[in-house]
Nanobody, 125 residues
Framework: QPRLVESGGGLVQPGGSLRLSCSAS????????IGWFRQAPGKEREGVSC???????YYADSVKGRFTVSRDNAKNTVYLQMSRVKPDDTAAYYC???????????????????WGQGTQVTVST
């Protein structure tokens, strides 16, 4: 059964770093674009980053220069390296598998083939 599982979330201090993982099972991740989205309490889900099938990377302006997306097809896993995190980065982070990259959450919510269950990131002292 195809499945995406996020991991690596937790509590981190402002200015710190965290690496999230998105691991696939039941399908081959390299055949998909993998997007990262986040949703803070009371806010809409928003696109953060995307790794295309040919490993091109895309970022929301709010994380550009601080976050890095990468993929390890041998491990069937995509990573989101978060650096210089801010309190505004606090959210549940989700990964999704789609045919192409889009940071449009509304599109991804109806168009993605698979979604993970999310991992919580809290940036606080």
């Amino acid at each position: 059964q195809p499945r995406l599982v996020e991991s690596g979330g937790g509590l981190v201090q402002p200015g710190g770093s965290l690496r999230l993982s998105c691991s696939a099972s039941g399908f081959t991740l390299e055949h998909y674009a993998i997007g990262w989205f986040r949703q803070a309490p009371g806010k809409e889900r928003e696109g953060v980053s995307c790794s295309s099938r040919d490993a091109a990377a895309y970022y929301a302006d709010s994380v550009k220069g601080r976050f890095t997306v990468s993929r390890d097809n041998a491990k069937n896993t995509v990573y989101l390296q978060m650096s210089r995190v801010k309190p505004d980065d606090t959210a549940a982070y989700y990964c999704e598998a789609d045919k192409g990259c889009s940071l449009d959450a509304a599109y991804a919510l109806v168009g993605a083939d698979y979604w993970g269950q999310g991992t919580q990131v809290t940036v606080s002292t």
